[in-house]
């Protein structure tokens, strides 16, 4: 159900005016027990309020193509980390599926935030054993799904 802003605002306008006026009422009630209070009641029709058209802008995510890397796929197993196994990664953090990449740090430093074409947003926090230039390796939570995935020449961008 989509409502349209200027009646949601005019119902707001409204059940805030009602709120108000019960709360006048209750107090002067309670502090003036004898005093009777006539109150005269306005009707807002939501044509009648003139409500300026709200334009939320999304922020500009900037992107700068790194160009084709070789993407592989890893997952926190020994055949795939050896004796580093223990599903941290280089950064102190866990690794997390469609979050974790490994690249090279001298050229891509924990931290940085990547687009992966048909993979999706990414960030840097892990390194591999042959993780060198313009090569990514992918986390996955299962084995299975890094081999399905396999070696794949996709673009990069970066986010800033």
């Known amino acids: 159900m989509k409502i349209h802003p200027r009646k949601l605002l005019a119902a707001w306008l409204m059940w805030s005016l009602v709120l108000m006026i019960v709360t006048v009422i209750a107090t002067q009630t ?3 027990p004898e005093r009777i209070i006539e109150v005269e009641y306005i009707l807002v029709e939501p044509e009648e309020v003139e409500v300026p058209e709200v334009v ?3 922020p500009e ?3 700068t193509s790194l160009g084709i890397y070789e993407v592989t796929a890893y997952c926190a197993c020994e055949q795939c980390c ?3 196994a223990d599903g941290i990664t280089y ?3 866990p690794a997390v599926e469609g979050v974790t990449i490994a690249a090279d740090i001298d050229k891509l430093p924990i931290g940085t935030e990547l687009y992966i074409e048909g993979v999706g947003y990414r960030v840097v926090q892990d390194i591999g054993g042959s993780i060198y230039g313009d090569k990514i390796d992918v986390y996955f939570d299962s084995h299975q799904d890094a081999l399905n995935f396999g070696r794949q020449q996709l673009e990069v961008w970066e986010l800033e």
Do not use: Q
């Open 30 to 32: 309670l502090a003036e």
């Open 56 to 58: 939320v802008e999304e």
């Open 61 to 63: 995510v900037m992107e």
């Open 82 to 84: 050896g004796p580093y």
């Open 91 to 93: 950064s102190g953090e």
